[in-house]
């Protein structure tokens, strides 16, 4: 069991590092930094990956987990939607901090701005679901329950494990309320599933519907 902790904190350890970088590196350097903690956290990723540190990674899936990853999308942009129709600045109390603006048009609109979208895509939709479910629904789940998380089953329930975890995944995030609900509902699906994969997947469907209606609204914020 000996360092067997890294390969789900250091991929996770990386990002939050490197946005933390990238947020006090002048005007550019949150584009800069978004492409280089995509490709630092998927090369970890990878690396760790073909040294079987991920066992639980199983390659299978089921529908219920696209439903789920839909699900998510609709939570998470439905105050946004309320906001922009009905007005009002309550918002604010369900935020955390100021809203940031990723914004790939800032350059105009050639090739810079597809890149810049293209390499957020691929940050949210293939690497960040990746690492934060290996983090919170593997590693931190079950080192919550027994410290040789190892030898406990992907999917087992504690109401503690679920509780810190929750709060963990959502208060990671700006829009904390939804990141909660968000988190109970990834959680659930693998409690039902006992599948990490199926979260992996919910994630990423998530964050690729919440990428096409940024780009088609400009709700930047929520980038």
Known sequence: MKKSFLPYLVPFAAFLIL????????????????????????????????????????????WIAILVGILVFIIWVAPDE???????????????????????????VGMLAWLIIAVRLIGAVIVVPVFEELFWRSFALRWLINDDFLSVPVGAFTWLSFAIVTLGFGFEHHEWLVGLLAGVLYAALLYKMKNLFDCVLAHAVTNLLLGIYVLSTQQWHLW
Do not use: M
Request: net charge positive; proline share 3%; charged share 15%.
């Open 19 to 62: 946005t933390y970088v990238g947020a006090y590196s002048g005007q550019h350097g949150v584009y800069i930094f978004y492409a280089i903690k995509t490709l630092v956290v998927g090369g970890l990723l990878y690396y760790y990956y073909s040294r079987g540190s991920y066992p639980e990674l199983q390659w299978k899936c089921s």
């Open 82 to 108: 309320a906001s922009r129709r009905f007005g009002g600045d309550w918002l604010r109390f369900i935020k955390l901090g100021k809203d940031d603006q990723f914004t790939p048009y800032q350059y105009g």
